[in-house]
């Protein structure tokens, strides 16, 4: 891993960042792993909608809305290939001990929730020294680069880190978090000991674990719900870990979210449509039944018709030609009084001789066809 940081504080101009101590690269066990790979692109789709919650303090006030919308996206690497993917959608608004506060969250996942692309904005308008701070993650052939920075007043941070791709397997990026919640909402169930990679509040990589805290009943406006409470867990190296709470229903929608000792919380005031998976029906299978077309009075009557259409058009043609009429009255009876055992060497001897007048030509036509193709032989040629 490799960082980079640039200052345009003018004090910061011979300060120069510090060296990281060489530390034992960190690794998602194999039960994340595992988990991650388990994941299914149908499945996947079944998550795709979009939810609001509503931002409150500890004393009931709504303080703002957080929204979270997942859908299917399309994103262009760099090397021009376009490929369908999870989109992550998430932004909130709202006020903090009266000051304006806001994020959003922009994030292109491939199937197995790794990160292809990654924008997030922070912001708290403080009456003295504002701050705002931006992250964006890309993946760059095999490595991952993490651009942040950091804006308190005039004076703006940047810092720009590389990650080897494959030290970024089992990474759970911001948005593939808010993907994964809502798979294990589905699943009911929480990977047992998974422990994933995340990023801490100052862009380090650090170990990131989910437990399920069993069910729940809440009030949701006026019914009582059921709800899968699951604790994400993300344990910083330099500072206390930091733990957050998702009340979620059946179908992955998101109830509640507490922020362990966060005097506030996120909350939805009117339950949701639940969706609920498509059940494939078996193709119906149809017996054949015996048409009875003479029992059918449409069918009977066309038949009818079409059997006296005939007719008509056999008696005018022998009308027409009576020598086919005495051609076949004469072959007839030769037929019937010799009687021969070969009745198709018969008809050839009997109708031989008026050929006689048309030149002789082959029983298979096409076989003195020249060829398209030229032989092998040049003499034939």
């Known amino acids: 891993m490799s960082?980079?940081?640039?200052?345009?504080?003018?004090?910061?101009?011979?300060?120069?960042?510090?060296?990281?101590a060489s530390l034992p690269p960190l690794e998602a066990n194999a039960e994340a792993i595992h988990f991650l790979n388990s994941l299914r692109q149908e499945e996947l789709q079944m998550l795709f909608f979009s939810e609001?919650?509503?931002?409150?303090?500890?004393?009931?006030?709504?303080?703002?809305?957080?929204?979270?919308?997942?859908?299917?996206?399309?994103?262009?690497?760099?090397?021009?290939?376009?490929?369908?993917?999870?989109?992550?959608?998430?932004?909130?608004?709202?006020f903090m001990d009266k000051t304006l506060c806001g994020n959003s969250l922009l994030g292109y996942l491939w199937w197995n929730l790794e990160i292809m692309e990654q924008h997030s904005q922070e912001f708290i308008k403080f009456h003295i020294l504002p701050m705002e701070r931006k992250m964006s993650l890309l993946?760059?052939?095999?490595?991952?680069?993490?651009?942040?920075?950091?804006?308190?007043?005039?004076?703006?941070?940047?810092e720009v880190t590389f990650f080897p791709w494959?030290?970024?397997?089992?990474?759970?990026?911001?948005?593939?978090?808010?993907?994964?919640?809502?798979?294990?909402?589905?699943?009911?169930?929480?990977p047992s000991n998974a422990r994933f990679l995340a990023l801490d509040t100052e862009g380090k990589l650090c170990y990131s674990t989910y437990q399920a805290l069993g069910s729940q009943t809440i009030q949701v406006g006026h019914q009582q719900v059921k709800v899968f409470i699951v604790e994400q867990t993300v344990h910083s190296d330099e500072g206390i870990p930091m733990s957050c709470q998702f009340y979620l229903l059946s179908d992955g929608h998101?109830?509640?979210?507490?922020?362990?000792?966060?005097?506030?919380?996120?909350?939805?005031?009117?339950?949701?449509?639940?969706?609920?998976?498509?059940?494939?029906e078996p193709r119906p299978i149809f017996e054949k039944k015996p048409l009875m077309w003479e029992e059918d009075m449409e069918l009977y009557s066309r038949f009818l018709d079409r059997k006296e259409q005939l007719r008509l058009s056999h008696t005018r043609y022998l009308q027409q030609h009576p020598d086919a009429q005495a051609l076949i009255s004469d072959f007839l009876l030769f037929l019937l009084l010799r009687q021969p055992a070969d009745v198709v060497t018969f008809a050839a001897e009997h109708f031989g001789p008026?050929?006689?007048?048309?030149?002789?030509a082959p029983a298979l036509r096409s076989?003195?066809?020249?060829?398209?193709?030229?032989?092998?032989?040049?003499?034939?040629?």
């Open 3 to 20: 960082s980079q940081v640039q200052s345009t504080d003018p004090r910061a101009k011979d300060r120069q960042a510090s060296a990281p």
């Open 52 to 94: 609001t919650l509503v931002m409150v303090s500890n004393t009931g006030e709504p303080q703002g809305e957080l929204t979270i919308e997942v859908q299917k996206g399309k994103h262009k690497d760099d090397s021009g290939f376009m490929s369908h993917c999870p989109l992550v959608h998430a932004f909130s608004r709202g």
């Open 139 to 158: 993946k760059q052939e095999d490595q991952l680069a993490m651009t942040r920075s950091i804006k308190e007043g005039e004076e703006v941070k940047t």
């Open 166 to 190: 494959h030290s970024t397997a089992g990474f759970i990026s911001e948005s593939a978090n808010l993907l994964l919640l809502r798979v294990m909402a589905l699943r009911q169930m929480v």
């Open 254 to 280: 998101l109830a509640k979210r507490v922020q362990v000792g966060s005097p506030g919380c996120c909350m939805i005031t009117k339950m949701p449509i639940l969706r609920e998976e498509d059940e494939i």
């Open 354 to 360: 008026f050929a006689l007048s048309w030149p002789p």
């Open 367 to 381: 076989s003195n066809r020249r060829s398209p193709f030229r032989s092998l032989d040049p003499e034939l040629n």
